[in-house]
């Protein structure tokens, strides 16, 4: 009964360099959530995947930011030329059922920018 | 735009009072609002949501809350709190044509022993 995991849990990197995060989210969950928290902005929308249909990215604050879902199951969200603004926690969740209120969240990627 | 204002950004209360969280929203529509806590070291749980009907909602570890159309509330009660409660509280609202939640701020609870 694994829960949705990611991973790195931490992650410190050099501004300029490109990150990945990674989203395993619970089997068989067909909606998969990102969300940012950082003490700036509280907790914020970032993308949103459903099954197979267009991803709802209205959420991402820049063309820096780019998620991908692969076959339906693990998520990775990638920062390019990360910048100190993007130091965050980033928070994966997914749920059985479209729309937030049944979403089980993981316990995230805190991200620090250097 | 919808928003969420939490107006208390820290609460403290001793085990056993009796605890009420404010949120007020910002919305056109009928709005879709949530509540979820954020335990220490520990991912965000759902505790209630209210889409219609009653607007006396119940939710998880017993808590509730009450929709007021007219003064625009979702406040957060539980009659007695334990120590196990301080977390961080944080109210949303659904936005987004159904996909994205709208944060508030978020409240700090402390529990005194």
């Known amino acids: 009964g694994a829960g949705v995991s990611q991973s790195p849990s931490n992650k410190v990197t050099e501004k300029g360099k490109d990150v990945e995060l990674r989203c395993d989210p619970i089997s068989g969950h067909t909606a998969l959530y990102w969300y940012r928290q950082s003490l700036g902005q509280g907790l914020e929308f970032l993308i949103y995947?459903?099954?197979?249909?267009?991803?709802?990215k209205s959420g991402l604050p820049s063309d820096r930011f780019s998620a991908e879902r692969t076959g339906g199951s693990v998520s990775t969200l990638t920062i390019q030329r990360t910048q100190q603004e993007d130091s965050a926690v980033y928070l994966c969740?997914?749920?059985?059922?479209?729309?937030?209120?049944?979403?089980?969240f993981g316990p995230g990627t805190r991200l620090t920018v250097t | 735009a919808q928003s969420v204002t939490q107006p208390d950004i820290h609460i403290t209360v001793s085990e056993g009072a009796s605890l009420e969280l404010r949120c007020n929203y910002s919305y056109g529509a009928t709005p879709y609002l949530f509540w979820y806590v954020q335990s220490p070291g520990q991912g965000l749980q759902l505790l209630l949501k209210?889409?219609?009907?009653?607007?006396l909602v119940q939710g998880i570890k017993g808590f509730e809350a009450e929709f007021k159309r007219s003064q625009s509330s979702f406040n957060l009660r539980k009659p007695s709190v334990h120590w196990s409660d301080a977390a961080e509280y944080f109210c949303?609202?659904?936005?987004?044509?159904?996909?994205?939640?709208?944060f508030g701020t978020g409240t700090q609870l402390k529990v005194e022993l």
């Open positions: 969740a997914s749920s059985l059922t479209p729309g937030p209120g049944g979403e089980y």
């Open positions: 209210y889409f219609s009907g009653d607007t």
């Open positions: 995947f459903q099954g197979n249909s267009a991803p709802d």
């Open positions: 949303a609202v659904l936005t987004g044509g159904g996909n994205k939640l709208t």
